[in-house]
């Protein structure tokens, strides 16, 4: 390349051309015989050598070869846009081989020199029309991201992306979204980026297209190593957004396959967080809480992704220790509300409706109490067992039946002697509930019983009774 820009236009070019395993863009300004059979002999045979063509050398003819082919960069700028987009047949070379094209762009974007005809090539290509140049563009622009300092960032790239993020085609936007997420990594610190980010990924995640709030939370996860404190609490807001809507089953709209998605792709979330987290509050609290939503959705996961739960819900302290989740994966079910009522309804998870719905125990003389209608006490077994499968999930039946008798004697303990000072009512006044039975009189004292009766009628002035009249 010493030798100058014809020496190297016409020698050295070739010879990397083809042994990057890139197509060439003009083949008959190729004149001489002996370089063409020399670059002959380097073409790539095996899918081995042409990857590793595509990872060391394209990096090199981009931003070493081409540019040393005149000042003017048109070689740099012809092989670019051949390899993102094809005139001619409408397909992409770079769309076969997206991670390494993205590695050699990104290296010739670390030069100066050659920014400037990226990234015009860059927005002549989010302009066309076609689905895959708008592809490349948004590979192009992912490859970008890293190489600009925060203020090209904001005013030359982000823009790009929130364009193609909008775009009618999923694939653009999934790449678009994977992009603005790095963007969100690199560039937290700027509030500037930050804003215009942040604004536009809210507008993303609220516009209810379930397909873009996934790619949201995968993009999201995927640069969650090594991000901050920030970054991680707005995956978690993210997620328990999610998490709340997916309660709500008729207001949702999603079917049994996409709740069962979104469990997958947030839980995949927290586990990724759970691991990053460093000792953050904020980020600890919004950790919780994220786990306890998706706990009430844990019959949506497989048996694998139960167990880890579990064992994170453990390590939070949110499950007593030797105390797992439903063993079993139920489908999910659409519901009508996200508030629970007696009927059985709402989002809690199908062991707490299961629990719920259970008799209640006839321990601590509280079979006698919940069958007296109107009664203060009636309905404490059974929602002490609710409340046992709320907080610890589905535990064993000595665990429901230790919570219920120790819910019952404390409420006793407390309410007991109140209940029984209002059983002595004064004479004259008609008792204010009905008072706690003691036993059930046999049948001897039953006859008695209407023998004073029947024989206390003929008595006027009998309190409650009605006098004879003559």
Sequence with gaps: MTFGPAISAAAVEPLFLEASGAPDWDPSRHTCSHVSQ?????????????????????????????????????????????????????????????????????????????????????????????VPVKTCAALLAAALVPCFPPAQVNKQILPALVTLSNDADMGVRELSIDALAEVFKLYGSSRAVMDKLTTHLDALMNSNVHEVQLAVLRALTSKAAGSGANELEYLLQKALMVLVSMHRRAASGRSPLQLSECAAVIFDALRVVDACEAGNEKVRLHLVAALQALKREAQLLDGPQRELLATMLRDHAVLPPGQGLPAERLSASPMSSSEPSSSGTGPLSASTQMSSRQPPHPSMGMATLDEEPGNPLMGISSSGAELSSVSGGESTSSGAESSRRKFGASFLKRFGPSLQSQQHQQPGKPPTHRQMPVRVPSLDERVLQAASKSSSTSQPGSYGMRQTTN
Excluded: Y
């Design 38 to 130: 020399a670059a002959a002999q380097l073409i790539p045979e095996s899918a081995e050598a042409g990857r590793a063509g595509r990872l060391g050398v394209l990096p090199i003819l981009l931003a070493g070869v081409l540019p040393a082919g005149g000042p003017s960069l048109d070689l740099f700028a012809a092989c670019l846009r051949h390899l993102l987009t094809d005139d001619v047949t409408g397909e992409a070379w770079a769309l076969s081989h997206q991670q390494e094209v993205k590695t050699a762009l990104r290296f010739a974007g670390t030069f100066e020199e050659l920014q400037g005809q990226m990234v015009a090539l860059l927005w002549q290509l989010v302009m066309k029309p076609a």
